[in-house]
């Protein structure tokens, strides 16, 4: 939710624009994640997670780079749509993925607490960290290194774990 404020801000979007465009993406992840989940249980899970962390780390300087300066609404719809595709094939596979790491009969509470610890840690605080590290740094580009490194910690856990996709779930 702070590319909308990001691309006010340093892309000379108005808010109108700035929000239309944060709400193409999300449609489009709507739409994806189902898609994404189900091509997740043909060719695997970590595939398309993997894709997703390295798409993070390889493009979010280019990006933010990209939308420091005057931007069309076109190219900003562009960028969140391909953000919101990346997202969905992380979004897609992880609720599978992290399943089907624990039995059935203890899987609520590791799946709960993973889930909630990630998502208050990386995304909660992501506003916040990212307007912290603009006023810190004098860089209006410096959030791509928190993007960048969570992509990496989220890189790292992917490698980490098994494929989970075609095995037998006890």
Do not use: H
Not at 85 to 90: K, M, P
Not at 94 to 116: H, Q
Not at 145 to 163: R, T
């Amino acid at each position: 939710a702070y590319m909308p404020t990001f691309v006010q801000r340093y892309a000379g979007l108005g808010p109108a624009a700035a929000l239309w465009s944060n709400t193409a993406g999300l449609f489009l992840i709507m739409i994806t994640i189902p898609l994404f989940g189900a091509l997740s249980d043909r060719v695997g899970r970590k595939p398309l997670m993997l894709a997703s962390c390295l798409f993070f780390i390889v493009a979010s300087y280019p990006i933010f780079a990209f939308l420091q300066g005057p931007a069309s609404l076109a190219a900003v719809v562009t960028i969140q749509l391909l953000i919101g595709l990346a997202i969905s094939l992380y979004c897609g596979a992880l609720p599978s993925a992290i399943a089907e790491l624990f039995e059935t009969r203890r899987r609520t509470t590791p799946l709960s607490l993973a889930n909630g610890t990630a998502v208050a840690i990386f995304g909660g605080f992501a506003p916040y960290i990212a307007t912290w590290l603009i006023d810190r740094t004098g860089s209006p580009i410096s959030p791509t290194y928190y993007v960048i490194a969570a992509a990496l910690i989220s890189l790292i856990a992917v490698l980490s774990v098994p494929e989970t996709a075609g095995t037998e779930l006890a």
